[in-house]
Structure formats: structure tokens, C-alpha cells
């Protein structure tokens, strides 16, 4: 069981907080409006807190500290932006993301590395494909027989640097393509991972947990 932090408690941070809840995770959730905690189920058992998202006592107070994910989901794209640079950098958790408005913005903030999802109806499945790692592997295209899945993988940062060949050769998969400052990157032979790539590789659905496990470790050192 990991513990998740959520910033906004609108209808999307709502259905967050749900759904992590009935994945068997822990779940805390921020608000300036306590009055928002009332899109909450009557049986939500998750921590509710009242406060500013970007502030630091107010993170703590949630439980970032510990936090496996941050997920900044309110109205306010200064804001969202503002609190997962605080949950990244002064907190360390390894995985967040903000809901962006703004598409112009959207894309400054993918060029830092901040990785986002566009305010659209389905924005819920958007942020948690981004901070769970079974819903990385879940897939964005399988092939007719069901057999092969396009998926976004998640990689432990010690693979920055490595080449891609070195990744696919490590965890037997293609990889299709990268998403690089914002924008979609063909791989070449001579490419390497950089930090802030998204990958998208094809892979044998029955091997996702075991590429999921593999590349969520740092390579091993070749001897």
C-alpha cells in the first residue's frame, strides 16, 4: 500500500481519492474550502486537509513526506504548478503531476520536466496513468490479437544516460517512440534516455508487471 496526496478536492480529486482508496492505498486530501470535502463519500476514511496545497506545513500535515505520489488537481494552474514543484523538489516524491488549463502553459511545464494533463473531462484517468505504476502498463493501443500493448513506462532515474538500445536490450521491448520536452521523438540508434522522457514501448501484455519491475529498478552494472 502506497500513500497519495491530492491538491484539489473538485470533482476530479474527488474521483482521485476515490479510486485510490479502493485500490487499497492511503489518501490524503487538500482544500482551501473544507466545504469541498463534501464531494467525498460518506465512508472516505483518507486524511481531509484544510489549507493552501503549495505550503509546506500544510504538505506535511498530509503526509507528503512519505508520499508515493502528488497529484495537484485544483482550479488554479499557478497554483498546481506551484505545489508539485514544492512535493518535487523540497519533499522528493517521485511522482506527480499537475492539471494545466492553460495548453501554452502546459507545455512550458513539460519542457521543465513537470509532467501535466490537459483540464478535460476525462482528466482522472489522465493523472492516475501518470502516479500509478500498473496504470503506466495498462496501455494505449493493443493489437488485433490482444497480444502486444503500446505502453507508457515509468523508468527509475538511474537509466539517464543509458541508450535506448541498452533499455529495450534490458527489458526486451521495442520502444516506439519518446514524448521529449512536450513533443512526440521518433528513437534513433544513437539516442539516450534524458531525463524527463516519456517512453512509449511495445511489449507482450503477459510481461507487463515483469517490465514494469525491471525498469523501475536501476540497470545493472555490466561487468
Not at 517512453?199 to 508487471?209: D, F, T
Request: one cysteine or more; proline letters at 4%.
Amino acid at each position: 500500500m502506497a500513500h497519495f496526496v491530492i491538491m484539489g478536492c473538485g470533482r476530479v480529486g474527488a474521483t482521485l481519492a476515490h479510486t485510490l482508496e479502493d485500490a487499497g492505498h492511503s489518501v490524503a486530501i487538500i482544500d482551501q474550502d473544507d466545504r469541498a470535502f463534501r464531494r467525498l463519500r460518506s465512508g472516505f476514511s483518507g486524511r481531509k486537509v484544510t489549507g493552501v496545497g503549495f505550503d509546506r506545513e500544510t504538505l506535511k500535515q498530509a503526509g507528503v513526506a512519505d508520499a508515493y505520489a502528488f497529484a495537484a488537481v485544483s482550479s488554479g494552474d499557478n497554483s498546481n504548478i506551484l505545489a508539485t514543484r514544492v512535493a518535487r523538489e523540497t519533499f522528493h516524491v517521485p511522482h506527480v503531476v499537475a492539471r494545466i488549463y492553460d495548453p501554452g502553459r502546459a507545455e512550458i511545464y513539460q519542457r521543465l520536466g513537470i509532467p501535466t494533463v490537459a483540464a478535460v473531462r476525462w482528466s482522472a484517468d489522465q493523472v492516475l496513468r501518470r502516479i500509478l505504476p500498473e496504470q503506466h502498463l495498462a496501455g494505449d493501443f493493443r493489437e488485433p490479437s490482444g497480444r502486444l500493448v503500446l505502453a507508457e513506462i515509468e523508468l527509475d532515474p538511474a537509466w539517464v544516460g543509458h541508450s535506448l538500445t541498452q533499455i529495450e536490450r534490458a527489458a526486451d521491448i521495442r520502444i516506439a517512440y519518446l514524448t521529449r520536452f512536450g513533443e512526440g521523438v521518433l528513437p534513433t540508434p544513437a539516442m539516450s534516455y534524458q531525463d524527463g522522457d516519456t517512453v512509449h514501448a511495445m511489449l507482450r501484455v503477459e510481461r507487463s508487471a515483469e517490465v514494469a519491475h525491471l525498469l523501475a529498478k536501476a540497470p545493472l552494472k555490466e561487468s
